[in-house]
Structure formats: structure tokens, C-alpha cells
């Protein structure tokens, strides 16, 4: 009787074991037919530049690709600030997945005034319709006019901001590193004619975000010199403004998290009169 017990608890341990060891099995549901998606993507009445995103496709989620981010809202307002042609996509999330809707094209042909109102675009660019010419703050005798140097080092938690003849060893050569000029004229245009390297001239666009202190520019590359600058990691990502005046601008690029280089700019306009 006991082998028997014995015989019968062990095939039911087996049994649970098989079962528990079965992967188990999911079916998605039906899969939304692209066709039924229903939206519209148009400007504001109000504002051209305000582009009003409108689900239309009742009893699901929808999934927005906007040029400035991902939205998931029934309706939402993505503000795109310059002229040019931008991509949207619209999709929703079925049971079955996510479907997207053909990608939607969106021209804009004005400069949003509330954007570039902000007291940052007027002291980077001058205002809407004019420039600012801005250099580095060095000239070929070595001399900066208003800060110690045209750069210093820090990370976090920590600064060492000495004088430019101080640091010989850092291999940066004195010298004319011209121009960069930031404008509201038809668009966000940079451009920035670098005489001492040459190879980091160029003209493309930027954009600023004053809500978190920060300037990209697209294409070319702020003023740096080569033998410090050349370690930044990337001069086309995103670069903390540390400060920003009429006349004077500080900007953090980092060669890595623990490491970075404040490059100190005056206007082409101070560096004359001073």
C-alpha cells in the first residue's frame, strides 16, 4: 500500500512539473486596419505655428511622432517655430499593435514671434530680422578682453579657471579664430567662419531652449580651437549656456561626464570698442 502511495505521489509530481514547465501561450487581438484611422494635423487658427494634433479614431490610443517628440494625447499642440517642412506620423495602439497612418508633411513659412521674444534669442541674435556676430575671446597676442581666457576647465563640483598665458602646455595657439554669427533673418541661421581651422567653418541652422538653458547648432560648429577642443565629444549636441548678455556668452562643452570646457565669447561689436 505504501509503495503504491509512493508510485501515485510521484507521477503527480511529475504531471505538475510538466504543466508549470509549459510555456504559456498568448494571442494578440485583431490588428487595427490602417484605413479606419481618422485624424487631422493642422495649423491653429491663431497661431500658424501652433500645429494641432486631432485623434479621430474612437475606442483607441493614440501614438503621435511629432519633430520635437513623441505625444499620446487625443488632442495635442506641437509649436514648431521655424520655417521649413516637417514630419508627423499618426498612429494608434490596437490589440493587436501599433499601427501607423502615412507620414503627413507640414510646411511652415513664418518665424514664431512669441518664441524668439524670449530675453535669450534677443541677446544671442540681436532680435527677429537681425544678427549677432560673436568671436572668441582671444587675439593673437594672447590677449582676452573680458574674461581670464578663451576657456576654462570644470565638471561637477569643480573649476580651475586660470589665465591663458598660464596653461602653455594646453597647446592652444593664440591667434584670429574669426567669426560666428547667429541670425533671425527667414530662419534660426548660424554660420561660423573659423580662421585657424578652417575644416570647422560652416552654415547651418540652431535652435535655443531657454527653458533649460541650452544651444545646438546644425551643420557647423561654435568657435574652439583644436587641441582642447578637438576632445569635446560632440560640438553638435546640446551645450549648456552657462551665462548669456548682450555682449558676452559662456558655453559648456564636455568631453565626457566627469570633464568639461567653458568657452568664453564676446560680440564682434565689444571686441572692437574695448
Avoid at 494578440?28 to 493642422?42: C, M, R, V
Avoid at 490610443?61 to 511629432?66: F, S
Avoid at 521655424?82 to 502615412?102: I, M, N, R
Avoid at 573649476?159 to 597647446?171: E, L, N, R, S, T
Wanted: charged share 20%; hydrophobic share 40%.
Amino acid at each position: 500500500m505504501r509503495n503504491n502511495l509512493i508510485i501515485v505521489l510521484a507521477f503527480l509530481g511529475s504531471a505538475l512539473l510538466y504543466s508549470s514547465c509549459r510555456p504559456e501561450i498568448f494571442e494578440l487581438g485583431a490588428l487595427a486596419n490602417k484605413s479606419d484611422l481618422k485624424f487631422t494635423i493642422e495649423p491653429s487658427s491663431a497661431n500658424p505655428n501652433d500645429i494641432v494634433l486631432t485623434s479621430l479614431t474612437p475606442g483607441l490610443t493614440p501614438y503621435w511622432v511629432t519633430p520635437f517628440g513623441q505625444s499620446i494625447k487625443l488632442k495635442d499642440t506641437t509649436n514648431v517655430p521655424f520655417p521649413g517642412t516637417y514630419k508627423f506620423v499618426y498612429g494608434v495602439e490596437s490589440a493587436g499593435g501599433l499601427v501607423l497612418a502615412d507620414t503627413t508633411l507640414v510646411t511652415i513659412n513664418t518665424i514664431d514671434e512669441k518664441t524668439v521674444s524670449d530675453p535669450m534669442w534677443i541677446k544671442l541674435t540681436g532680435g527677429l530680422g537681425k544678427s549677432r556676430t560673436w568671436v572668441l575671446d582671444l587675439d593673437a597676442n594672447g590677449v582676452s578682453k573680458y574674461f581670464k581666457g578663451p576657456f576654462y576647465f570644470a565638471g561637477p563640483g569643480w573649476v580651475w579657471d586660470p589665465a591663458f598665458k598660464d596653461i602653455p602646455w594646453a597647446g592652444v595657439t593664440a591667434g584670429d579664430y574669426g567669426t560666428m554669427t547667429f541670425d533671425l533673418i527667414g530662419n534660426a541661421n548660424f554660420s561660423a567662419d573659423n580662421k585657424m581651422f578652417p575644416e570647422y567653418s560652416g552654415t547651418g541652422k540652431f535652435m535655443l531652449y531657454p527653458a533649460t538653458n541650452e544651444l545646438a547648432t546644425i551643420d557647423a560648429q561654435v568657435l574652439h580651437d583644436k587641441a582642447q577642443g578637438g576632445q569635446v565629444a560632440n560640438w553638435n549636441a546640446r551645450m549648456a549656456v552657462k551665462t548669456l548678455t548682450d555682449s558676452t556668452m559662456q558655453l559648456i562643452a564636455k568631453k565626457d561626464a566627469s570633464n568639461w570646457y567653458i568657452y568664453n565669447y564676446i560680440t564682434k561689436e565689444y571686441y572692437d570698442t574695448h
